[in-house]
């Protein structure tokens, strides 16, 4: 249960910041003001409800990855092994993770229908330049905790991390990662997610 409610959630998670960001609103401002439209869109889209992984895919890199750090995201899911990449590496460690997680929970997007955010206090100052954002996601059940870390780009806030239920997104992928690097190298783990991003997507 636990874990079903954690990849229904980390589906969300991209799909919450899907809108044009702008430099006056504040990190927390900007997750409640987009939370509410995007998570509407899902209800009223039934191929996304359906686990469509392309049109996911789609919605994703249009809407979502411009404010996101995904180079940052996947480094911290590498680990140590990212300065060992090569640019080319690097590029398609980047590519194939992000289908990795558009396919993995794309399935689970099926799942959002009632789920409202409520949003926690945010403790930053002003010249802060990476915050958490702490909110409550209410729907049926007890609230589930979505935490997400942001950190200032020029004049637009990024997320690189999200927390679902105490777990944090890049710390689920990092030891897996790890072991297939030390077991095939960096050439073996892109291979492996190449692999997992081909086969039929699981429904859910």
């Given at each position: 249960m636990l874990m079903r409610y954690w990849t229904a959630l980390v589906a969300t998670v991209f799909l919450l910041l899907g809108s044009a960001a702008h430099a006056e609103t504040a990190?927390?401002?900007?997750?409640k003001q987009l939370s509410t439209e995007v998570i509407d869109t899902v209800k009223?889209?039934?191929e996304i409800q359906a686990g469509?992984?392309?049109k996911v895919i789609a919605l994703v890199d249009s809407k979502v990855l411009?404010?996101?750090n995904f180079q940052r995201?996947?480094?911290m899911a590498v680990g140590r092994y990212w300065r060992q990449a090569t640019p080319e590496q690097?590029?398609?460690l980047q590519d194939e993770f992000k289908v990795l997680l558009v396919r993995t929970y794309s399935g689970a997007l099926s799942q959002v229908r009632d789920q409202s955010v409520v949003m926690k206090p945010l403790r930053a100052q002003p010249a802060d330049t990476e915050v958490l954002v702490r909110t409550e996601v209410k729907g049926k059940g007890d609230p589930i905790q979505l935490d997400y870390r942001l950190e200032k780009s020029g004049d637009t806030w990024k997320?690189?991390?999200v927390n679902v239920l105490g777990v944090w997104l890049v710390e689920t992928y990092r030891s897996s990662f790890a072991?297939?690097?030390s077991a095939s190298g960096i050439d073996g783990l892109i291979s492996k997610l190449a692999e997992r991003n081909k086969a039929p997507a699981a429904k859910s």
């Open positions: 990190p927390d401002a900007l997750v009223a889209d039934k469509d992984v392309r411009p404010h996101v995201m996947t480094s690097k590029s398609r997320i690189y991390d072991q297939e690097i």
